[in-house]
């Protein structure tokens, strides 16, 4: 891969946090549907403003299912010069959020202008200059979050590079990444506080544990294993073999943790038996020759 010599014309990647905030979604559509899948991901309060007739089966099935994390307001959006005429006002200012999935430019144009002027991030799905932040293509495991972005240049090719992620990952991310969070939160109980010493100490702790551990070493932890790997390890200042933890819980644990240090050696251990084959076949060269 070539160097990242990037230094503009690119957009920030971040996981906004949108839990207890308000979304409003105006059209339910297939687009529309889209986007509150994406947002029921984050536990945001969602208003889908929408006629009912237009509505898009996976839309209904999402307002069938989560009645109290989606609101609908079964009416259309309207400008009539400027103005908003909707039958119930709706305040755009009082969402954190504002994303349309309208089958129609000029009304979606006038949503994104009210929005940019009281500066209300906003999305126009499929129109790049309306839009705030774009969406991209994702792949989520538990806690992990991948976005494909293309920056707009090639929305088929993000999703066709997202299969190629799903592809390279082992399925043990989400579980081990679930874990590992509930690890850091007990040993921030045992060793509170931000920053200082402590603060450094707990990230060193945690940094050679998750290079010295498998993904698959950590997915089989639980709670009672967490302790004794805090008890052992965190208290010691050491981080123990995974099989001294995980593999003292269960034999399917034992089995499993020590078939994954054996197969990571594997390398070692066949460059070791080619050493010994060369130097005997040196070794009988030179026998050979004498
Ligand atoms: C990521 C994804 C998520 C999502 O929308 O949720 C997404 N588009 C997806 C698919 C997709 N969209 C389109 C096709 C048809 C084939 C093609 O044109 O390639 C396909 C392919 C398909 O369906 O497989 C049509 C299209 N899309 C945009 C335009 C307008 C334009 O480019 O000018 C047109 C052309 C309309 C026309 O030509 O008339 C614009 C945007 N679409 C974006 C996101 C943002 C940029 C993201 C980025 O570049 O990374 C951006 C800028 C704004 C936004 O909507 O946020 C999802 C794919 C990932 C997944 O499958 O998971
Ligand atoms: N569906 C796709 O895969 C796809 C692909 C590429 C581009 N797009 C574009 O994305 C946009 C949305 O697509 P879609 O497939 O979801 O369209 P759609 O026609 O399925 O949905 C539009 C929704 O908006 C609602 N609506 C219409 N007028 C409204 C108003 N005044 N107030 C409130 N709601 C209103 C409709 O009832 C409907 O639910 C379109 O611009 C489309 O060209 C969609």
Redesign the pocket.
């Known amino acids: 891969m070539a160097e990242n010599k990037t230094v503009g014309g690119g957009s920030l990647l971040i996981a906004w946090q949108l839990k207890g905030k308000k979304v409003l979604i105006v059209g339910g559509g297939e687009v529309g549907a ?1 986007r509150i899948d994406s947002l029921l991901t984050t536990d945001a309060h969602i208003d889908l403003v929408s006629p009912s007739a237009g509505l898009h089966p996976r839309s209904k099935g999402f307002l069938e299912k989560y009645p109290s994390r989606i609101t609908h307001i079964d009416q259309e959006f309207a400008f009539i010069d400027g103005r908003q005429t909707t039958t119930a006002f709706i305040d755009v200012g009082t969402y954190d959020m504002v994303l349309t999935a309208l089958d129609d430019n000029a009304l979606s144009r006038q949503i994104v202008e009210v929005c940019r002027a009281i500066r209300v991030p906003v ?1 126009a ?2 129109i ?1 200059e309306l ?1 705030d932040f ?5 792949v989520r495991d538990g806690p992990l979050q991948i976005m ?9 090719i ?2 066709l590079i ?1 299969d190629r992620v799903k592809n390279a990952l082992t399925g043990k991310e989400g579980d081990a990444l679930t874990k590992v969070g509930i690890l850091r939160t007990k040993l921030k109980e045992r060793a509170p506080g931000v920053g200082g010493d402590v603060g450094r100490r707990r990230m060193r702790w945690m940094s050679k544990l998750c290079e010295q551990w498998s993904l698959e070493d950590f997915a089989l932890l639980n709670e009672e294993a967490m302790d004794q790997l805090l008890d052992e390890g965190w208290e010691h200042n050491a981080v123990p073999l995974p099989v001294q933890v995980v593999g003292k819980r269960k034999i399917g644990g034992i089995l499993e943790a020590i078939t994954t240090d054996w197969v990571r050696s594997l390398p070692s251990f066949t460059s070791f038996l080619a050493g010994i084959g060369f130097a005997h076949i040196v070794f009988r060269l030179y026998q050979a020759r004498k």
């Open positions: 889209q999305n799905a499929d790049p839009c774009y969406f991209g293509g994702q494909i972005s293309t920056n707009g240049n090639g929305p088929r993000a999703a997202k």
